[in-house]
Every structure is written in structure tokens, then in C-alpha cells.
């Protein structure tokens, strides 16, 4: 709520993705004055109405780094375990079918088990989307850390990680904030320190002026 960074009600527009089965944020920030709209989409998402309020909406479907019906799978103590098919649809997508192409993104809330790599790189690559976001809230997902049996392997993986983070830097965006996900307490060690592969964060883009 920093002056240089906050929305300004009445006029304002949000994406939530992955949101799960918790909108506390996407109502809060409908309350505020916002226009919401939320993504997210598995069984337990059926039950709700495309309309979650006057300035909320929520939609059944997730975002990729590319359009199509795909299965996510993950490893587990059972074997790889996968999802159903699922729509998936990339920004510039879901910025056309909403109509917003000419319009600008106030503040990108992400949660999307490990994809937001891949989102991100798309974003920032194939939109324009973010010049004009001021805030991007993200929990990172650093999973593949652990399963890595290589250096060389650990590099390359370091290096993605690394290069969105640096294309976000380009952009104006800066770490305002970061905290451990105390939900799911799993530590690394990455270049002898040890680090959560699991953390909410939060960037910003301030003018220049209200820069430290």
C-alpha cells in the first residue's frame, strides 16, 4: 500500500492464479476496489460460480506457457501420480479472451506448484503484460533442487532459476519481501547456504524516486 505501489481503487485490476479453495485475497482485494480475476482448476473447483462477487470472477481453468489440454504429473512415494487433462491457456490468451489487452495489470499473485518458471518466462517474453505491474506476489517452488545428481545438472537448473529473476530485474522489479513456507518446511543446500525450496515472495516495481 506504498503510495509509488498501490493500486488505485475503483480502477484497479488483479490476476490470482492458483488460488486453491482460499479466496481471502482475491475478496480482500475486491473489497478494496478491484477488479479480480481468479484462476484454478481440479475437481474440487467445480462447485464454483463464475461470479464470485460484483468485481470477482473466477475462472476454471489454469495458465501455461502454452494453450492446450495437458496432464501435470509429479513423483511420489507411489510412483509418478498424474492429473486428469486440464485446460491450460497462456497470458496473452487469457488477456484477449478477458478483453484487457489494452489494459494494465495492477498487481499478478501466482501460486502454481512449480510452473511459475516456465509462466513467468512466457510473460516476460511473449507480453507486454508486466511493464505497467507494479506488484507480483509468488510462492517459489524449487522442487527439482532436491533430485539433481549432477553439478552440472544443479548449474543448469540454478541458471533457470536465476535468469527469470534477472529478466524481472530488468523490468524494475525488486524483492521487497521473503518468507520461508512454514507450511512445508524443506531446506537445501545450495552453494553452502541452506535455503527453503519452498518461500513467498513479493516484487515491486517504485518509481524512481521512491527507490532506497
Given amino acids: 500500500m506504498d503510495d509509488d505501489v498501490r493500486p488505485k481503487p475503483t480502477d484497479c ?11 481471502s485475497f482475491d475478496n480482500c482485494m475486491q473489497d478494496y476496489g478491484c477488479e479480480v480475476h481468479s484462476f484454478d482448476h481440479d475437481d474440487d473447483h467445480e462447485v464454483y460460480d463464475y461470479r464470485q462477487g460484483p468485481l470477482a470472477f473466477f475462472h476454471k481453468a489454469r495458465i501455461g506457457y502454452k494453450d492446450g489440454y495437458f496432464r501435470a504429473c509429479e513423483e511420489s512415494q507411489y510412483g509418478l501420480k498424474c492429473e486428469p487433462s486440464l485446460r491450460y491457456y497462456t497470458i496473452a490468451t487469457i488477456q484477449r479472451m ?12 501466482m ?7 516456465f509462466v513467468l518466462g512466457d510473460i516476460i ?4 503484460l508486466l511493464q505497467q505491474t507494479k506488484q507480483i506476489a509468488l510462492e ?4 527439482e533442487v532436491n533430485r539433481q ?16 529473476f534477472s529478466d ?9 519481501a521473503f518468507e520461508e513456507n512454514g507450511m512445508r518446511p524443506i531446506y537445501s543446500q545450495i552453494d553452502g547456504t541452506f535455503l527453503s ?8 516495481k517504485r518509481n524512481e524516486d521512491m527507490k532506497l
Fill in 149 to 164: 545428481t549432477s553439478e552440472e545438472g544443479m548449474q543448469k537448473l540454478l541458471n533457470k532459476y536465476l535468469s527469470v
Fill in 13 to 23: 485490476l488483479v490476476y490470482s492464479f492458483g488460488v486453491g479453495n482460499d479466496f
Fill in 168 to 176: 524481472l530485474q530488468k523490468l524494475g522489479f525488486a524483492l521487497a
Fill in 140 to 143: 517459489i517452488h524449487m522442487d
Fill in 197 to 204: 525450496i519452498y518461500a513467498e515472495i513479493l516484487l515491486l
Fill in 125 to 128: 517474453h511473449n507480453s507486454t
Fill in 98 to 109: 478477458l478483453n484487457h489487452d489494452a489494459r494494465n495489470l495492477d498487481y499478478l499473485k
Fill in 111 to 117: 501460486d502454481i506448484e512449480g510452473s511459475e518458471w
